[in-house]
């Protein structure tokens, strides 16, 4: 066992995780891949390279792309109103003169959150027969409406982090492509890089080789979510359903699924500016404008997730080193996303300077989390991010 290997299993023993998954890339190459524990407890299947874990709001950036591909082709811009692209008035009645843009959707600050009947919302979305529009929760006279949908703030000037801003993304991307969502990411990203990932889990091959995810309750594990090791995934009739009706049906805030070694496809075609093995999947100056900052923290203009988002792009969080808070790699400005959902923890940074980059996942734990030490996020990300750090990066800085 060498240094890397022994370091990470000390991690992922006293954290008491489920599975862990660990991936480094240095110059273009992986520098390590390493994998822990299990993928499903009741089975005891092992994590390995081909374990896909459902990637939480990693899958915000995939998103993100698959809109940049429609700004490409002419077929939307980042400023214009979306309410006109969907089909109703959608303003925060706070500032009715204002339009909301993909741009704001995008980076955060629209205004629009994640409002009291977003998880009922939700639910409804990924299980009732006839999903309910995303009308119905935008809009006031809609029955999953409240009016802490909108923030008090001017559009475009506060960050607020919220997953119903990619729904809407998702939901454009379906009325401007004509395509449901699940299929336009398969078609336009995941089989031109040749990922195994779907935000559709029945177009996983082997289902089995999905990691289920594990929640603590008061000290009881439960298994959250994509637990297919005994029944297979049900299948829903899509045939009635109207591309830019909902957009929350697959996910698009964080429901894809991927293994590792996939997702570090997606990761270094960002990471080479939109090139990967020789396929130009975005042209470079869209690449570049994701990763430029739309919005930079001043300590008055957005709510900063007690420090952990303090700058952002368009579908990346883009770190600024600030210690303490998000310096997950010392003085490495990285971009990239977290993930944090129905017990798994996730991260995915890339450095296009130095060509450095980390993807960690983590299934779960039979304990709470910690909170960082050194930085404003989980410590058993912290910690294992360190490692990778100090014993892979640290050597060529």
Not at 101 to 124: C, Q, V
Not at 220 to 229: E, N
């Amino acid at each position: 066992m060498n240094e890397i290997e022994r370091k990470l299993s000390e991690i992922y023993q006293y954290h008491n995780l489920i599975g862990m998954s660990v991936l480094a890339i240095e110059d273009g190459s992986f520098a390590y891949s390493g994998s822990f524990g299990l993928s499903n407890v009741t089975s005891k299947k092992k994590v390995s390279d081909q374990t896909l874990y459902r990637m939480a709001s990693i899958s915000k950036t995939v998103n993100a792309t698959a809109f940049m591909m429609l700004v490409e082709k002419g077929k939307i811009s980042l400023n214009e109103d979306i309410g006109d692209v969907l089909g109703y008035n959608l303003k925060n009645p706070n500032f009715p003169e204002i339009s909301i843009t993909p741009a704001m959707l995008l980076s955060h600050t629209s205004g629009i959150r994640d409002n009291e009947f977003y998880d009922k919302f939700l639910s409804d979305s990924y299980h009732l027969n006839e999903p309910p529009l995303l009308e119905n929760l935008l809009t006031i006279k809609g029955n999953y409406y409240s009016a802490d949908v909108w923030g008090n703030e001017m559009p475009g000037t506060y960050f607020c982090y919220s997953n119903l801003n990619y729904g809407i993304i998702a939901a454009i991307i379906e009325k401007v492509s004509a395509e449901r969502f699940d299929v336009f990411c398969r078609k336009n990203i995941f089989e031109p890089l040749q990922m195994n990932a779907s935000f559709n889990v029945c177009d996983i091959p082997n289902y089995h080789d999905i990691a289920a995810l594990y929640e603590n309750n008061q000290m009881q594990l439960i298994a959250g979510i994509d637990d297919y090791h005994f029944k297979n995934p049900m299948a829903k009739d899509y045939s009635a359903y109207i591309p830019g009706s909902n957009g929350m049906m697959f996910g698009p805030q964080g429901g894809m699924r991927s293994s590792l070694t996939d997702l570090a496809k997606f990761m270094i075609m960002h990471m080479n500016n939109g090139e990967f093995n020789s396929i130009q999947l975005l042209k470079k100056e869209t690449a570049e404008l994701m990763t430029k900052t739309v919005w930079k923290y001043n300590g008055i203009n957005g709510d900063n997730y007690e420090n952990q988002f303090l700058s952002w792009g368009l579908g990346f969080q883009l770190l600024t080193a600030t210690k303490g808070c998000d310096n997950y790699f010392r003085d490495l400005k990285m971009c990239g996303h977290l993930g944090d959902g129905y017990g798994l923890l996730s991260c995915m940074y890339f450095s296009k300077e130095t060509q450095k980059a980390v993807i960690f996942c983590t299934n779960g734990s039979t304990q709470k989390w910690e909170s960082g030490v050194n930085t404003a996020f989980y410590k058993v990300v912290e910690d294992a991010v360190a490692v990778i750090d100090k014993e892979i990066f640290t050597e060529k800085l």
